[in-house]
């Protein structure tokens, strides 16, 4: 399926979030400095942020459309959201983590998936413990299974490599990339690091000042973003 994004949000009277674009299944990198609008395009697919107007939809599935007045709640709405700090419940295990959102399954149901996404981002050693006694890789794949464990329709990543080492963040690109050619839902990646650009985005939309300024491969957008003074 087809994330379709078109909308119109004024944060303040100097800047506006004016954006339309359609994102197909795979990596699409979002791409810009501080600032920009990336983690507000973000919330506002989510539901977290409402749009002035506009409309937003999956495939024929409309999430908002201001001209009807449809906004669906963010916990409906199938998008799975991975935030920069990743908000894992300190007092719970990674385990009961994963399982957070799968609560209207029944118990084997959800230790069944909770043990094959664990398997799938290499994490069954550290189930049991709680994330202040995991590494930041380990918090960052059990912050990943959250999300993708309820199998979303749409994964939205806001920075989520951003505080790891190199090797670490080669080992997470690799497992989201294996993640997605199995599944290929539409993935928005937000980033200011071209090497995770270039490593993982099949596509780059740059955002400059609430409005996409370079939309293409990432040689031909983040070359070109490079060039300009």
């Known amino acids: 399926?087809?994330?379709?994004?078109?909308?119109?949000?004024?944060?303040?009277?100097?800047?506006?979030?004016?954006?339309?674009?359609?994102?197909?299944?795979?990596?699409?990198?979002?791409?810009?400095?501080?600032?920009?609008?990336?983690?507000?395009?973000?919330?506002?697919?989510?539901?977290?942020?409402?749009?002035?107007?506009?409309?937003?939809?999956?495939?024929?599935?409309?999430?908002?459309?201001?001209?009807?007045?449809?906004?669906?709640?963010?916990?409906?709405?199938?998008?799975?959201?991975?935030?920069?700090?990743?908000?894992?419940?300190?007092?719970?295990?990674?385990?009961?983590?994963?399982e957070y959102g799968l609560g209207s399954?029944?118990?084997?149901?959800?230790?069944?998936?909770?043990?094959?996404?664990?398997?799938?981002?290499?994490?069954?050693?550290?189930?049991?413990?709680?994330?202040?006694?995991?590494?930041?890789?380990e918090r960052q794949r059990v912050g990943l299974a959250r999300t993708l464990v309820t199998n979303p329709d749409v994964l939205l990543l806001d920075e989520p490599l951003s505080a790891l080492d190199r090797k670490t963040q080669a080992r997470l690109m690799a497992d989201l990339q294996r993640w997605n050619n199995e599944r290929q839902i539409p993935i928005l990646y937000v980033t200011h690091s071209t090497r995770e650009a270039f490593t993982l985005g099949e596509r780059v939309l740059a955002l400059r000042d609430g409005a996409i300024v370079g939309d293409g491969t990432p040689h031909q957008v983040i070359g070109r973003w490079a060039e300009e003074p």
């Open 105 to 137: 399954l029944d118990r084997d149901e959800r230790r069944r998936r909770t043990a094959a996404i664990a398997a799938s981002f290499d994490i069954v050693d550290v189930l049991e413990r709680r994330p202040k006694q995991i590494s930041g890789g």
């Open 1 to 98: 399926m087809t994330l379709s994004v078109q909308f119109h949000l004024r944060l303040s009277g100097s800047f506006t979030l004016d954006v339309d674009f359609a994102a197909a299944p795979g990596v699409t990198i979002v791409f810009g400095e501080s600032g920009s609008g990336k983690t507000t395009l973000l919330r506002s697919i989510a539901g977290f942020t409402r749009p002035e107007r506009g409309r937003v939809a999956i495939g024929e599935r409309v999430l908002y459309d201001a001209a009807s007045g449809t906004n669906v709640d963010p916990s409906l709405r199938r998008v799975g959201f991975v935030f920069q700090d990743l908000a894992l419940f300190p007092h719970l295990s990674a385990a009961e983590n994963i």
